[in-house]
């Protein structure tokens, strides 16, 4: 009667469990071979960069920004981020405020903000004539790199991560796409790669950082908008040191208490 | 010992070493060492490749350019600001860089837009020999002397 009726034989079950291990150390195995060939075909990093022994921060003067584009340009080309217009990682916005009408008792008229394809290739000039305008900046755009990043907290894989370094990078092995870091971040700064399908943002350059290069956008720019540096190893003559002595800095959204990691000088409230 | 608690523990028993044995090899070895993520992902972003060598590395050959614009105020500018990125041609001269815009180039920052800083160098374009490419008068290494 027992074996007429038994479904589950214990032969099955056992063959079941032994494909089941087997399974798992292929699975492991594949694994590993993996992470052998990915090292091999990559560049080599210097071994021995220890995240916890370093501190990243960006400065950005806006008083010195001239909007000609090359840091967008430079992120484009060192992160082969897609060229169409949409997909940043940096970006230029060019403000333009206009003169409050006479009498209006308003200190400014309107602002006009406009970043056509990010300010790749330098902005085309304002239709807006001179004798309107109050006054004009460009404002550098980038992850603010957050301590207290809304984004990560959105993720629902755990993708999103804030690093000891002082870095938010996404894992795209983790990353399933669905977009809900996009519409946390209150900056704009990420988007979802039309390729990989997974999140992207700026990553302040890890590849670059840990082998000692500047990010590529402070590597580029022309005029020294962009201030990069490491607190925990910087001399008192650091030029990020430098210009927190010499600067009132400002970061963007501050009552959201984000706790950005990218600061500015001579920001205007118009700037958010 | 009772046979429906013994077959309780060994189901017990089965189901935390299932969940160990699943844990073993579904969790990255290299996860919760900095937090609760992989750490592994920081060394995959630190091995993906630059493309823009550095100041220093185009420095180590072509010194005597440095040397010829350190009185220009170019001089603080990068060499691959205009030239584009390097690295290949860093890793191999033979690689030869892409030609820097058509003579026109320096138009990208120095036509002049209210936007800009009022003491950052502009020209008004149209006023300032219009027709004319820059590079006929100034060198751009070393922008106030003739090429």
């Not at chain 1, 032969?11 to 594949?30: F, H, I, N, P, Y």
């Not at chain 1, 990043?149 to 993720?155: R, T």
């Not at chain 1, 092995?173 to 039309?194: L, S």
Request: hydrophobic fraction near 35%.
């Amino acid at each position: 009667m027992k074996s007429s009726q038994q479904s589950v034989s214990r032969r099955g079950v056992l063959s079941a469990l032994g494909k089941l291990v087997a399974g798992a150390a292929a699975l492991a195995t594949a694994r590993k071979v993996r992470a052998v060939t990915k090292q091999a075909v990559t560049t080599p990093a210097p071994a021995g960069y220890d995240p916890t022994k370093h501190q990243w921060r960006m400065a950005l003067d806006v008083n010195k920004c001239i909007g000609c584009g090359s840091c967008a340009d430079a992120c484009k080309n060192e992160n082969h981020v897609p060229r169409d217009p949409g997909y940043f990682r940096t970006w230029v916005e060019r403000y333009i405020i206009k003169k409050a009408p006479h009498g209006s008792g308003e200190p400014c008229g309107e602002t006009l903000v406009d970043s056509p394809n990010g300010s790749i290739g330098g902005f085309p000039p304002t239709l807006v004539p001179k004798s309107e305008i109050l006054k004009a900046f460009h404002v550098p755009k980038l992850c603010n790199q957050c301590s207290n990043s809304p984004c990560d907290m959105a993720c629902p894989v755990g993708a999103t991560f804030r690093t000891p370094d002082g870095a938010v990078l996404v894992d795209p092995t983790y990353c399933i796409g669905c977009g809900f870091c996009v519409q946390a971040c209150p900056y704009g700064c990420r988007f979802i790669n039309p390729l990989s399908h997974t999140a992207e943002k700026c990553t302040f350059c890890y590849h670059r950082i840990t082998r000692g290069l500047k990010p590529a956008c402070a590597e580029v720019c022309p005029t020294g908008t962009r201030i990069f540096g490491d607190l925990k190893n910087a001399k008192p003559d650091d030029p990020l040191l430098q210009f927190y002595a010499k600067n009132r800095l400002q970061v963007l959204k501050p009552h959201l208490g984000t706790l950005p990691r990218v600061f500015y000088a001579g920001l205007d409230e118009e700037a958010r | 010992m009772p046979p429906q608690i013994t077959r309780l523990l060994l189901v017990t028993v089965a189901i935390v070493v299932a969940y160990f044995t699943a844990r073993h090899f579904l969790v990255p070895a290299s996860f919760g060492q900095y937090g609760w993520y992989r750490a592994d992902a920081l060394k995959d972003y630190q091995l993906l490749p630059i493309n823009y060598a550095g100041q220093a590395a185009c420095a180590d050959c072509h010194e005597e350019v440095i040397k010829k614009r350190a009185k220009a105020k170019h001089r603080s500018i990068a060499c691959e600001t205009c030239h584009g990125p390097l690295y290949a041609h860093a890793n191999d001269p033979t690689v030869k860089p892409a030609k820097v815009g058509n003579g026109n180039f320096c138009v990208r920052c120095h036509e002049a837009a209210p936007a800009r800083p009022e003491k950052f160098p502009q020209v008004v374009l149209a006023d300032h020999n219009p027709g004319q490419k820059c590079t006929e008068c100034h060198a751009p290494h070393l922008p106030t002397e003739a090429p």
